[in-house]
């Protein structure tokens, strides 16, 4: 199993530019989580979907943050345009909401730099 | 609402010495509850979880965790450190049916 999937790992970007972050779930999982990581703020969940629906986007900072899954086996999160402030590490995470509905597993993460 | 609170930031333990992390949470019913690792430039990864019976649960690693309602706690708990442990340990609570609230994480340093 390849685990959950993230590109790119690493991304650096000038203020103003479009980013987009992408995730491939584990084969099977029905929910996928977007997650930033920062200093400041710790692990906050941006947005959550379930069968390629999203569920929660009240995690979602301002209007400048979109997530998307056409399908169940790719998701994106897309900022537009890009601040400084929303450098952090962004993961992904997909769980079976059958079994044990909240073992979340997580990718590695893409840390974003806006500069 | 609910919330995760992880009074320590940081701890340091010598290798060979026992553990305990601690978690308390703020939840109204049954909590689930999680234990997750994160090695440096990593994701998380699960190391334990109580959804209900035994409060005394095992992880990977070598970890346990014990669910005290009284308390509303849940510690994480290991009986010999090694340096490989090394990492940031978050603990977690489900709200609202399927969101993960997370702690802040403890920063464990293991020192030999």
């Known amino acids: 199993d390849a685990g959950v999937i993230q590109s790119p790992r690493h991304e650096v970007t000038e203020m103003g530019q479009e980013v987009t972050l992408r995730c491939k779930p584990i084969s099977g999982h029905n929910s996928l989580f977007w997650y930033r990581q920062t200093m400041m703020r710790g692990l906050e969940l941006l947005i959550y979907?379930?069968?390629?629906?999203?569920?929660?986007d009240s995690g979602m900072p301002e209007d400048r943050f979109s997530a998307k899954m056409p399908n169940a086996s790719f998701s994106t999160l897309k900022i537009q345009p890009s601040e400084p402030r929303d450098s952090a590490v962004y993961f992904c995470?997909?769980?079976?909401?059958?079994?044990?509905?909240?073992?979340?597993?997580f990718g590695p993460g893409t840390r974003l730099t806006v500069t | 609402a609910q919330s995760v609170t992880q009074p320590d930031i940081h701890i340091t333990v010598s290798e060979g010495a026992s553990l305990e992390l601690r978690c308390n949470y703020s939840?109204?019913?049954?909590?689930?509850l999680f234990w997750y690792v994160q090695s440096p430039g990593q994701g998380l990864q699960l190391l334990l979880k109580y959804f209900s019976g035994d409060t005394l649960v095992q992880g990977i690693k070598g970890f346990e965790a014990e669910f005290k309602r009284s308390q509303s706690s849940f510690n994480l708990r290991k009986p010999s450190v090694h340096w490989s442990d090394a990492a940031e340990y978050f603990c977690a609570v489900v709200v609202n049916g399927n969101k993960l609230v997370f702690g802040a994480g403890t920063i464990l340093r293991v020192k030999s």
């Open positions: 979907f379930n069968n390629n629906v999203p569920i929660d």
């Open positions: 939840y109204g019913a049954t909590p689930y």
């Open positions: 995470a997909s769980s079976l909401s059958l079994g044990s509905p909240y073992e979340q597993y």
